[in-house]
């Protein structure tokens, strides 16, 4: 636990420790334009390589410095170029970041601010500085390399270079169709919901009970009720329809009638708009998903699995009719993406377990029974599963991973964009490092004479 909140601590913001750390270790390694390098950064990113990698040569700091240089750059160009970002962006990263930390502690406010040595918008605002540069240097890199593509030419000459003893050996692949069926409430518990938040509102409105300390209370979404139900400033096209509709029709500081969205009962009040920006508050009570209400959907999916296998229906039009429009999949024919590299291949590995153990047994083609699951925020829900393709492990071609293939020679392509544009601006910007790094030969090349 304490790894994993510690990864997370440091990946939160490029190059932020604790103040108290930072006044023990900290002193200037490097300047870049006006940017500086900070000793502490470098073994911030020493320590999480050696967690990942088990055991580095001391000679890492020069690569890790190298890659510094190079972000520097980016951050400082970023400025002179007057490249924005806007407090609702950093402060819609702030909180997903500071959501994951708190998944890894049960949501434990207490545990949190035990291990930081500080309250949850301390915190927030310890790392907002360093967010906001991670920010400008990510939209300074994408302006550089603008819309890369490749050409299947170019495809062919990258992997054309690979020695044949080179080529990558790849594990066995699969691609996944999932429908996913959402249990459906009852009448009863959403008029119990409804009648609860009526009667927040009504404590609220004529009662002129404090709406944050109810919402702290009684409300059902986790990630806003420690803070009073404060969702923060966020910009339009940040919520769900209904939920947006109702907010921005509001006045300052007035509570809203109570709504239905997808995630249960919203009682609103807006705290303040800047634009098409606002800051507002909420309490969400869910209906209850009772025991019943499970074992109905676990039989509606059920039901599909045998119109699917009889041919009565395409998976791609069951997709469309049962699975839940929210999910990334409905919107790609059922088919399952991989967060991490964009395509619908996964390495065994890389699965759920609940996926693994499901298609170990499953045929290519075959559909797996109903499997029960926490959807992101708690909601349970149903899962099926369709086993669409299975590659056995292989080294390396273009005809069974043209995909992988292409997406490494963007990634060299993007790369060259990224060099090129370095070394243009190395010759108009003042790069200097403490001299401890004059050993490292790939560092030469930035010291400016």
Excluded at 136 to 143: C, G, I, N, Y
Excluded at 386 to 414: C, F, G, N, V, W
Aim: aromatic share 8%; with cysteine; charged share 25%.
């Amino acid at each position: 636990m304490r790894n994993l909140i510690m990864i997370f601590g440091i990946l939160l913001c490029i190059g932020q420790l604790n103040a108290q750390d930072r006044e023990i270790i900290d002193k200037v390694l490097g300047t870049v334009g006006g940017e500086v390098i900070l000793l502490s950064e470098v073994e911030e990113q020493f320590a999480l390589l050696k967690q990942q990698k088990g055991t580095l040569d001391d000679g890492e700091r020069c690569f890790i410095m190298e890659s510094l240089i190079a972000s520097k750059l980016l951050l400082n160009q970023s400025k002179l170029d007057s490249i924005e970002v806007t407090e609702a962006e950093v402060d819609q990263q702030l909180d997903a970041r500071i959501q994951n930390i708190l998944a890894y502690m049960n949501n434990d406010v207490s545990q949190f601010e035990a291990y930081y040595g500080q309250s949850v918008n301390e915190v927030k605002e310890g790392f907002r500085e360093d967010l906001r540069n991670r920010l400008l240097t990510e939209r300074m890199r994408a302006s550089v390399i603008g819309d890369a593509s490749v050409t299947p030419s170019e495809v062919k000459g990258f992997f054309a270079r690979i020695p044949y003893d080179s080529l990558p050996y790849f594990n066995s692949e699969v691609e996944i169709g999932e429908i996913v069926y959402l249990p459906k409430v009852n009448p009863t518990q959403k008029a119990i919901s409804l009648k609860k938040l009526e009667d927040l509102r009504q404590r609220i409105v004529e009662g002129g009970e404090d709406f944050a300390e109810l919402a702290k209370v009684f409300s059902d979404d986790p990630g806003s009720a420690r803070v009073g139900g404060d969702l923060g400033m966020q910009q339009r096209g940040t919520f769900v329809p209904e939920f947006e509709a109702t907010a921005y029709a509001l006045e300052k500081n007035e509570i809203s009638e109570i709504i239905e969205t997808e995630f249960g009962f919203h009682l609103m009040q807006l705290l303040e708009r800047r634009g098409n920006n606002i800051h507002i508050r909420h309490i969400l009570v869910k209906p209850e998903i009772t025991n019943d209400d499970l074992l109905l959907a676990q039989h509606r999916l059920d039901s599909v699995r045998t119109l699917l296998e009889a041919d009565s229906i395409s998976f791609s039009a069951a997709v469309k009719r049962f699975s839940d429009e929210n999910e990334q999949s409905y919107n790609n024919d059922g088919s399952m993406l991989n967060p991490q590299t964009g395509t619908t291949f996964f390495e065994i590995g890389d699965l759920d377990p609940d996926i693994y153990f499901t298609i170990d047994s499953m045929e290519v083609g075959g559909y797996s029974s109903p499997i029960a699951f926490e959807k992101q925020g708690g909601a349970k829900a149903y899962r099926m599963i369709l086993l669409k393709t299975q590659t056995e492990p292989h080294k390396a071609s273009l005809d069974r991973d043209y995909s992988k293939i292409k997406m490494a020679t963007l990634e060299e392509k993007k790369n060259k964009f990224i060099g090129d544009w370095v070394m243009d601006k190395m010759g108009s910007t003042y790069i200097h490092f403490d001299q401890s790094y004059n050993t490292c030969p790939n560092l030469q090349v930035w010291e400016t004479n």
